[in-house]
């Protein structure tokens, strides 16, 4: 898990803004495993067993999830409280970053992570990402359950 959370912080760079380039104001971070799955378009694909989130000091947040060596990351600016059992981040972009292939960012795209918590929004107990993007008629999807190891930091 280490090495996810090193690529998905490289990551992050570029999806938290490019004027933040200079100086990432991360607030806080929680990574966590658990049974992935994944949907790329119309078919299913197997995923890492891990997830990762973030928060940044200009008001945008990501789940990253990985399989076979790409990165997907579900970002955006609003999250919605949904009870006290969990909330939802509204998703305005996707990238997919890997080491060899450039970097592509869905800035069209729409949908939301949906994420359950332990009472009171402590650990998560459950993610579910679905956005898709209108220019390439592309839809994605990645869920994450029985999550275990979860790890939060915050940092301001």
């Given at each position: 898990m280490p090495k996810l959370l090193l690529f998905a912080a490289i990551v992050a760079v570029h999806v938290a803004s490019?004027?933040?380039?200079?100086?990432?104001?991360?607030?806080?971070?929680?990574s966590m495993d658990g049974a992935c799955r994944a949907e790329i378009e119309t078919q299913a694909v197997a995923c890492q067993p891990a997830g990762t989130f973030m928060q940044f000091g200009n008001g945008r947040?990501?789940?990253?999830?990985?399989?076979?060596?790409?990165?997907?990351?579900?970002?955006?600016?609003?999250?919605?409280?949904?009870?006290?059992?969990?909330?939802?981040?509204?998703v305005?972009?996707?990238?997919?970053?890997?080491?060899t292939?450039?970097?592509?960012?869905?800035?069209?795209?729409?949908?939301?992570?949906?994420?359950?918590?332990?009472?009171?929004?402590?650990?998560?107990?459950?993610?579910?990402?679905?956005?898709?993007?209108?220019?390439e008629k592309a839809r994605y999807r990645f869920s994450l359950d029985h999550i275990s190891n979860f790890e939060r930091k915050a940092y301001r």
């Open positions: 490019r004027p933040a380039l200079a100086q990432i104001d991360m607030r806080a971070m929680a947040s990501l789940f990253v999830f990985s399989r076979g060596g790409v990165l997907y990351s579900f970002s955006g600016s609003r999250i919605q409280q949904r009870g006290d059992k969990g909330f939802a981040l509204i305005d972009m996707i990238r997919i970053a890997s080491q292939v450039p970097e592509r960012a869905l800035a069209d795209a729409e949908g939301e992570c949906t994420v359950q918590t332990e009472p009171g929004g402590g650990s998560f107990t459950a993610i579910a990402c679905e956005a898709h993007s209108r220019g």
